[in-house]
């Protein structure tokens, strides 16, 4: 019969602030690789980009139209319009070398180069849309509807900086200055371990190694879920050891004080340097951050929902670092209008589901109808953690309530269960 562990002093309880800035501080970027643009999406850029030319390269049309000198149709109106020769017509990649004297006008579509002598373009909507007259409705300003040359970048801008995640407005603007490939931080293996003799056997499913890969995979890595562990000190400490050929380790279960929870044990025979076991948060208490040859190692509760709150909170800030991401690495808090009262113990940080949904211009928390840290439902649909700090024992229905959110507000309540 093994005995119940007990905590050291250095791994005494430390608040979730307190933990993160010790994970943080714990890691660094990793050597970043260069990657073809389709497979850009998601990693962290980490080179800053420079237009090499001014984007757009030439005054064009934001408007299919006619381009005109403003000074023709400087007095033009429905009943009294103007009247220009048509002497020209450049589409979208047209040819811009037409001269458009006094009295003349040249047919353009958006996009299209504005030719020399226009200086503004009449929408067709304003015009008798005439092919070698054109009859023109309305005024215009020099300049109007036309888009001007390195209005969108000027060559020599930085238009992104290193540790901005690249998503598809980023790769856009990647792909506008012609690259073809960039430097961006590594897809990190992650290795997701799942101890405990009842996951083995099959009894309980294993239902946190698909959580913690999916939310690998959110968090733009790569998961490696290695077979689950037994509860037993050499089981443990061999998948460790094979688990530290990935770029990360994260685990699941056996981090509590049972006679059973061999994680600890396992993780200081193998030499690792633990840097905090407990947090004050519920749920999610037993919380270890470790590291062994380099790799930042984090052994969360078995509890599905204690699991997944504890990686939200401390393995996606560090995966994202990692990639080499700068700033936004923790969740955003906002603060939501309680839909029902939230109570709770006062003697941690409580973190409840909640579905933060935007309504009458403000945002409203929803729970999820239970909160067990073992109830995987209570995740369904959710979006936020919303928080009772120690101390303080309830809000009350309609009073603001902090909320962590970790996927977009939604515009309508999902209905899951109940
Ligand atoms: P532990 O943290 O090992 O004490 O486990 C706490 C609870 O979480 C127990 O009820 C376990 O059966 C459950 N649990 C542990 N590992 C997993 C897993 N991989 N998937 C689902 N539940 C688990
Ligand atoms: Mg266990």
Redesign the pocket.
Known sequence: MGSFQRTRRREGLITVEEAQSRVLAEVAALPPEDVPLPEAHGRVLREDIIAPEDVPCADNSAMDGYAVRAADVAHASESQPAMLRVVGDIAADGDPSVNVSPGMAVRIMTGGAIPTGADAVVQVEQTDAGRDEVRVFRAVDAGTNVRRRGEDMRRGDVVLRAGLPIGAGELGVIANVRRHAVRAGRKLSVAIL???D??VSG???????H??AALTRDAGCEPRVLP?VA?DREATKRVLITALESDVVVS?????Q?A??FVKDALDEIGADTKFWQVLMKPGK?IIFSRARERPIFG?????V??IVGFLLFVRPALRKMMGQTSNLLLPAVNARAAVPFDSRGDRRMYFRVQVVAQDGGLVAYPARAQG??V?TSMVGANGLGWLEIGSTRVDTGSSLPVLLFAPVLSELWRTNG
């Open positions: 799942s101890t405990g009842e996951i009894r309980i499913a294993n239902s946190n190694s959580a913690l689950p509860d699941s279960g056996g981090v509590s049972g059973y929870d037993p969360l509760p078995g509890n599905p204690s699991c840290s073992g995987s």
